[in-house]
């Protein structure tokens, strides 16, 4: 695997440059091949997915250990010349002091931007802890040179509580406390987009698109949506093709669903270039 030519610093300048207008595609590599592949399709930039990563290494989204997280990071970010934000889950610790610690090692990986949850086991963190959380990631940031991008998450739509009032208030709190991007993973309705993306501003938005039938590119970008990521989508997409694939081999001894598998030589001029 080649490394990248492109040092953090320019990629951290480029990756603050796609903010500032326009909707971009940010998608969700697993492993270091996705995303080599992905920076051949002309993405500008790419996002880490904890799930993806974590079904990768036999385990459920979540868990990876910070440790793990990290050496994932620090391969991700070196393995293309595009810049990489980190789904970095919840900071892994429930200080702020730990957040902190998290972030500055997380910085050191080379990674462009990070994002941080507002939640706990099931739930949320009380408002005031979730934003000293978030201040804490934001010192972090700033005693490195201040150049990575901080996500704020607000988590409420996808531990069950889809209260878009309770998820503007968060939001609001997050980008006071420094977070230069903020993202609501869960909403899907105009309505709701239109409210996160009022209550952010003038700082971008970030939208989870997980499944087809949903808004289109061209809508969520009239309504403001700077970013669009894909979490773990990618992931579940090629784990199905793989797991239709076996199971009709286990099942009846069948090879059809080897019908779509990419030629041995494709993938190898991929990753010779």
Same mark, same amino acid.
């Given at each position: 695997?080649?490394?990248?030519?492109?040092?953090?610093?320019?990629?951290?300048?480029?990756?603050?440059?796609?903010?500032?207008?326009?909707?971009?595609?940010?998608?969700?590599?697993?492993?270091?091949?996705?995303?080599?592949?992905?920076?051949?399709?002309?993405?500008?930039?790419?996002?880490?997915?904890?799930?993806?990563?974590?079904?990768?290494?036999?385990?459920?989204?979540?868990?990876?250990?910070?440790?793990?997280?990290?050496?994932?990071?620090?391969?991700?970010?070196?393995?293309?010349?595009?810049?990489?934000n980190a789904d970095f889950e919840n900071g892994f610790a429930a200080d702020a002091a730990g957040v902190g610690e998290s972030v500055r090692l997380a910085v050191e990986t080379g990674i462009a931007g990070l994002s941080i949850?507002?939640?706990?086991?099931?739930?949320?963190?009380?408002?005031?802890?979730? &934003?000293?959380?978030?201040?804490?990631?934001?010192?972090?940031?700033?005693?490195?040179?201040?150049? &990575?991008?901080?996500?704020?998450?607000?988590?409420?739509?996808? &531990?069950?509580?889809?209260?878009?009032? %309770?998820?503007?208030?968060?939001?609001?709190?997050?980008?006071?406390?420094?977070?230069?991007?903020?993202?609501?993973?869960?909403?899907?309705?105009?309505?709701?987009?239109?409210?996160?993306?009022?209550?952010?501003?003038?700082?971008?938005?970030?939208?989870?698109?997980?499944?087809?039938?949903?808004?289109?590119?061209?809508?969520?970008?009239?309504?403001?949506?700077?970013?669009?990521?894909?979490?773990?989508?990618?992931?579940? &997409?090629?784990?199905?093709?793989? %797991?239709?694939?076996?199971?009709?081999?286990?099942?009846?001894?069948?090879?059809?669903?080897?019908?779509?598998?990419?030629?041995?030589?494709?993938?190898?001029?991929?990753?010779?270039?």
């Amino acid at each position: 695997m080649s490394q990248s030519r492109t040092t953090p610093a320019e990629k951290r300048r480029i990756f603050r440059k796609l903010h500032e207008s326009g909707c971009f595609i940010i998608p969700n590599p697993w492993d270091l091949g996705s995303a080599r592949y992905l920076q051949s399709l002309g993405f500008k930039a790419l996002a880490s997915t904890s799930s993806g990563a974590a079904w990768s290494q036999g385990l459920p989204d979540n868990g990876m250990g910070r440790t793990q997280v990290l050496d994932h990071l620090r391969m991700m970010a070196a393995a293309t010349d595009l810049p990489l934000n980190a789904d970095f889950e919840n900071g892994f610790a429930a200080d702020a002091a730990g957040v902190g610690e998290s972030v500055r090692l997380a910085v050191e990986t080379g990674i462009a931007g990070l994002s941080i949850e507002d939640s706990i086991a099931g739930g949320l963190f009380a408002l005031g802890t979730a &934003v000293e959380r978030m201040r804490a990631a934001r010192l972090a940031i700033d005693a490195a040179g201040g150049d &990575v991008m901080l996500i704020g998450r607000a988590e409420c739509f996808l &531990v069950g509580l889809p209260d878009i009032d %309770m998820t503007v208030m968060r939001l609001k709190a997050y980008a006071e406390a420094g977070a230069d991007c903020l993202y609501a993973p869960g909403i899907r309705t105009a309505a709701h987009i239109r409210a996160v993306v009022e209550a952010a501003h003038p700082k971008p938005v970030n939208l989870l698109v997980g499944a087809p039938g949903g808004l289109s590119l061209a809508q969520i970008a009239e309504l403001g949506v700077r970013r669009v990521s894909v979490g773990g989508a990618l992931a579940r &997409v090629a784990w199905g093709g793989f %797991m239709r694939a076996a199971r009709e081999l286990a099942e009846s001894g069948s090879f059809d669903g080897l019908a779509d598998a990419v030629s041995h030589p494709s993938m190898n001029a991929l990753f010779e270039t």
